[in-house]
């Protein structure tokens, strides 16, 4: 007689919720709206452990500074360009490509 094989291992809210997770926006000249993400992000995530990738396509208003002063953020410069459009696309990519965790939630700072 064969014993049944384990059932699988079991996904519990409980064990997601731990998991590091990458947070990546995509900013350009939107000081407010990034800044604002930010604190949003801080208040949410509680103790789980997390990465927030801020990839600046340039701004001139601020932001750029501000990002540079806040110890939990990892600020990606983006100054040369593949192609004349998709940009957001493209500094999306190279947030994601930076990643360091398993698991990547992308935020819109302004929407």
Not at 9 to 33: A, E, G, K, L
Not at 41 to 57: A, Q, W, Y
Not at 83 to 98: D, M, T, V, W, Y
């Amino acid at each position: 007689m064969t014993t049944p094989p384990s059932p699988p291992t079991t996904i519990t809210p409980s064990s997601i919720i731990q998991r590091p997770v990458s947070i990546i926006t995509v900013s350009y000249d939107t000081y407010f709206f990034t800044r604002l993400l930010a604190e949003k992000v801080r208040e949410h995530i509680g103790t789980r452990p997390f990465e927030l990738i801020v990839v600046d396509r340039g701004s001139t208003c601020g932001s750029r500074e501000w990002l540079t002063s806040q110890s939990d953020v990892r600020l990606i410069r983006v100054r040369q360009w593949r192609s004349n459009c998709h940009h957001h696309g493209e500094a999306l990519e190279k947030g994601i490509a930076s990643a360091r965790h398993e698991y990547v939630a992308v935020l819109d700072s302004d929407a």
